[in-house]
């Protein structure tokens, strides 16, 4: 079966500093990797995906994650956060012929001025 | 844009009765998902479907049941609401064969209060 880890349920940065979101996965084949970002009151959009190729994806609103196979992780980074990052980000895999998606169970981020 | 919108943001409702949440899409996707939300715990999904009148059950279909009778339209139906459903429920649609390949597109989500 497959999991996602986010070890970090609560992170405060200040805004103009950089970024870095934790996802660990677990599956045994190739997995495909997505980032979802929830503001406040909404639904998940998606950041971005890994399906294969360029281990580095690059996503929307200046996001990117970078794929590493020998450590399962698959982490999100932003060079200079904006208060309009502030938002609940998960991570989450599925595969190729497989129905289901599992997500991670969140990481909040807070930033401050 | 995909366009998934969920008929209720906020539903308050009692302890018994028989509750119905809907969610359409405009994208002819074949695939739609029903998720409840609550803190520390993620998304765990409840039912998907990958066509019309079919339906799979995902992580914790307990107390739930779900009816696709077009390809546009998946509701969820609580049969005898608990004040342990209380929580927010997203759908999400995604297209093709195997969703577990595809982006998924969420609605805004409705919060549910069982009293």
């Known amino acids: 079966a497959q999991s996602v880890t986010q070890p970090d349920i609560h992170i405060t940065v200040s805004e103009g500093a950089s970024l870095e979101l934790r996802c660990n996965y677990s599956?045994?084949?190739?997995?495909?990797l997505f980032w979802y970002v929830q503001s406040p009151g909404q639904g998940l959009q998606l950041l971005l995906k890994?399906?294969?190729?360029?281990?580095l994806v690059q996503g929307i609103k200046g996001f990117e994650a970078e794929f590493k196979r020998s450590q399962s992780s698959f982490n999100l980074r932003k060079p200079s956060v904006h208060w309009s990052d502030a938002a609940e980000y998960f991570c989450?895999?599925?595969?190729?012929?497989?129905?289901?998606?599992?997500f991670g169970t969140g990481t909040k981020l807070q930033v401050i001025p | 844009d995909v366009k998934v919108t969920q008929s209720s943001r906020y539903l308050v409702k009692r302890t018994g009765e028989k509750v119905f949440l809907e969610c359409v899409q405009d994208?002819?996707?074949?695939?739609m998902f029903w998720y409840r939300q609550d803190p520390g715990l993620g998304l765990r999904l409840i039912y998907f479907?990958?066509?019309?009148?079919?339906?799979e059950k995902g992580d914790i279909p307990e107390g739930y049941s779900v009816s696709r009778e077009k390809k546009e339209r998946f509701s969820l139906i609580l049969e005898s609401a608990s004040t342990n459903q209380t929580s927010m429920y997203l759908c999400?649609?995604?297209?093709?064969?195997?969703?577990?390949?595809?982006?998924?597109?969420f609605g805004d989500g409705t919060r549910l209060s069982i009293l």
């Open positions: 999400a649609s995604s297209p093709g064969q195997g969703a577990g390949n595809q982006p998924q597109h």
């Open positions: 479907s990958y066509d019309v009148k079919m339906k």
């Open positions: 994208m002819d996707h074949e695939n």
């Open positions: 890994y399906f294969s190729g360029d281990t």
């Open positions: 599956y045994g084949a190739t997995p495909y």
């Open positions: 989450a895999v599925g595969a190729k012929g497989y129905q289901k998606v599992t």
